[in-house]
């Protein structure tokens, strides 16, 4: 039973626009979360999180929104470079509990 | 000046041998992880040691034994290597087990031919 799920494996964005990645959760419980980005043959180093009693989050050019009704979440990348072209992981914590990630999304930025 | 690394970060190795994977944080932290990204890419929590103590046990065969012989190394010992053990291994660390971003090391790739 996956609790926390990435629907889109990839993606692909031009240049300068506005990146979207989707990610939904089961747990109730979870309470905080994060996304990580990845590069090829590198570990998921850490981008930008969110706690439950925030709906928004803004860092530099990413925002991590939080819908609780929904359990979903979504990290925005405005505007787009080519560097940020990597797999992005959506994860999920309640407490001091496990972090639980989703699958990842491939993000490809075109030029 | 890694924070996190592993070493080896490629492991090739016939069925039925015995490998091990090692971890070392050089940033002071108390927790250490496991994590296993499996053919579908998700990353699942193995272990999790705080100051050198198990925390966490996922469903792990018996085969694999984590060992910490201090806060700054985790080790992942494997038994009788499977085909289906073939995965990337990641090590991680955090400051505290209530502390939510975890550092995560470059990933060993393990191929069991």
């Known amino acids: 039973d996956q609790q926390v799920k990435q629907n889109s494996p990839s993606l692909s964005v031009q240049e300068g626009r506005i990146s979207i990645l989707n990610c939904d959760y089961t747990n109730s419980m979870f309470d905080y979360f994060l996304w990580y980005k990845k590069y090829p043959a590198e570990g998921p180093t850490f981008l930008i999180s969110?706690?439950?009693?925030?709906d928004k989050n803004e860092d530099g050019r990413f925002t991590v929104f939080l819908n609780k009704s929904a359990k979903h979440l979504s990290l925005h990348i405005v505007p787009s470079q080519p560097g940020d072209s990597a797999v992005y992981f959506c994860a999920a914590k309640g407490g001091a509990q496990k972090l639980v990630f989703g699958q990842g999304t491939r993000l490809t930025i075109n030029p | 000046d890694t924070a996190v690394s592993q070493t080896p970060k490629y492991l090739v190795t016939q069925m039925g041998n015995d490998k091990s994977i090692k971890c070392e944080q050089n940033?002071?932290?108390?927790?250490m992880y496991w994590y296993k990204q499996d053919s579908k890419k998700f990353l699942k929590i193995m272990f999790s040691?705080?100051?050198?103590?198990?925390?966490i046990n996922e469903t792990v065969p018996n085969r694999f034994s984590p060992k910490s012989p201090d806060k700054a190394h985790l080790n992942l010992h494997i038994n009788s290597l499977e085909l289906g053990d073939s995965a990337v291994y990641f090590c991680?660390?955090?400051?505290?087990?209530?502390?939510?971003?975890?550092?995560f090391g470059p990933g060993t790739r393990l191929t069991v031919l």
């Open positions: 969110i706690s439950s009693i925030k």
């Open positions: 940033l002071g932290h108390d927790t």
């Open positions: 991680a660390s955090s400051p505290g087990l209530v502390y939510n971003e975890q550092f």
């Open positions: 040691y705080n100051n050198k103590e198990l925390i």
